[in-house]
């Protein structure tokens, strides 16, 4: 098993160009999240999703949007990027009947 | 808004010292509480966690202390090793309803460092 994957691991945008962040698992857990981690903020919910063409907004969602077509994907898409997106990005996955979340390895993003 | 305050933010010790990190919340309708560790460049992975119904819980050299009265519950690194340095985050959740697991709420994180 592959697990959590992400990719890109480091991207550089400029303010209003769009990206679509990957994320994939192979353990076919039913919850993905997508995170952003900042210095002295610890990780904060941007979006989460319990299922196939189920998604809802976490705690920061401005300025994200995520689908969720299959079990395995969950992308999140920049449409117009800006500084304060600057951050690093974690996607996760757990299983409905086990509390552990799963965590990719992390996109690094740089918004200029 | 739901939060979880951790404290300290930074914290460095001697091998063999016990650093302790601390985490408070105010949603009472939590009931799972986790503590990740991230080494630098890598995803947050699970330590060790609680559930509300105990007071304490060891793996390892890993303890959590749970105080459901005053809200806080706490990390306790026994006997600490170089490689424990890492950054440990507290978090907590509801999950009512079975869908909440991944719904984290997580603290703000504490650098640990542990000199040879």
């Known amino acids: 098993n592959a697990g959590v994957t992400q990719t890109p691991k480091f991207q550089v945008l400029k303010t209003g160009q769009s990206m679509t962040l990957q994320c994939a698992q192979d353990?076919?857990?039913?919850?993905m999240s997508w995170y952003r981690q900042d210095p002295g903020m610890g990780l904060r919910l941007i979006h989460y999703?319990?299922?196939?063409?189920?998604?809802d907004q976490g705690e920061v969602p401005n300025g994200y949007n995520v689908s969720r077509s299959t079990t395995e994907d969950f992308p999140l898409r920049l449409l117009s990027a800006a500084p304060s997106q600057t951050s690093v990005y974690f996607c996760?996955?757990?299983?409905?009947?086990?509390?552990?979340?799963?965590f990719g390895p992390g996109t690094r993003l740089t918004v200029l | 808004q739901q939060q979880v305050k951790q404290s300290p933010q930074s914290l460095i010790v001697q091998k063999g010292g016990i650093p302790i990190i601390n985490c408070a919340y105010e949603?009472?309708?939590?009931?799972?509480f986790p503590w990740y560790q991230q080494f630098p460049g890598k995803g947050p992975a699970l330590l060790i966690a609680?559930?509300?119904?105990?007071s304490e819980k060891k793996e390892g050299r890993f303890t959590i202390s749970f105080n459901k009265s005053a809200k806080q519950f706490s990390l306790h690194i026994m006997d600490s090793q170089p490689g424990d340095s890492a950054t440990y985050f507290c978090?907590?959740?509801?999950?009512?309803?079975?869908?909440?697991?991944?719904?984290?709420?997580f603290g703000q994180g504490t650098i640990l460092t542990v000199h040879p």
């Open positions: 353990m076919n857990h039913e919850y």
């Open positions: 999703s319990v299922g196939a063409g189920i998604t």
């Open positions: 996760a996955s757990t299983s409905m009947n086990f509390a552990e979340q799963f």
């Open positions: 978090a907590a959740s509801n999950s009512a309803g079975g869908t909440s697991y991944g719904k984290l709420t």
């Open positions: 949603n009472t309708a939590f009931d799972y």
């Open positions: 609680i559930r509300p119904d105990v």
